[in-house]
């Protein structure tokens, strides 16, 4: 028997109370880096997506051929809802990625 089992191993840590504690695996600022990364790809996403969605549009834009107002409330409003789905899957695979390292 080891010393420290015989005097009760104050100072060891179990695996089970590891596996308890799963939410401590990242430090505060690692965890504010993995947010800060997700962020920003969420950002670049959004950006591009709306871009290329404004950029279709106006290629599509006939001035003889008047568009109703609910036309274009729906085409902005389908822009603001794909450009945010392409924000939150673009911060997911830099989320993934980070994970897999």
């Given at each position: 028997m080891t010393p420290?089992?015989?005097?009760g191993a104050e100072g060891v840590i179990s695996t089970a109370?590891?596996?308890?504690?799963?939410?401590?695996?990242?430090?505060?600022?690692?965890?504010?880096d993995l947010t800060l990364g997700c962020l920003k790809w969420a950002a670049v996403g959004f950006i591009v997506a709306f871009f290329l969605m404004k950029l279709f549009e106006a290629s599509h834009i006939h001035d003889d051929i008047?568009?109703?107002?609910?036309?274009?409330?729906?085409?902005?409003?389908?822009?603001?809802?794909?450009?945010?789905?392409?924000?939150?899957?673009?911060?997911l695979v830099w989320l993934l990625v980070q994970k897999l390292d």
């Amino acid at each position: 028997m080891t010393p420290a089992a015989a005097s009760g191993a104050e100072g060891v840590i179990s695996t089970a109370a590891l596996e308890r504690v799963a939410c401590l695996r990242y430090h505060f600022p690692g965890m504010f880096d993995l947010t800060l990364g997700c962020l920003k790809w969420a950002a670049v996403g959004f950006i591009v997506a709306f871009f290329l969605m404004k950029l279709f549009e106006a290629s599509h834009i006939h001035d003889d051929i008047p568009k109703p107002a609910f036309k274009i409330r729906q085409t902005k409003r389908a822009t603001l809802v794909l450009s945010t789905f392409a924000a939150m899957l673009s911060a997911l695979v830099w989320l993934l990625v980070q994970k897999l390292d």
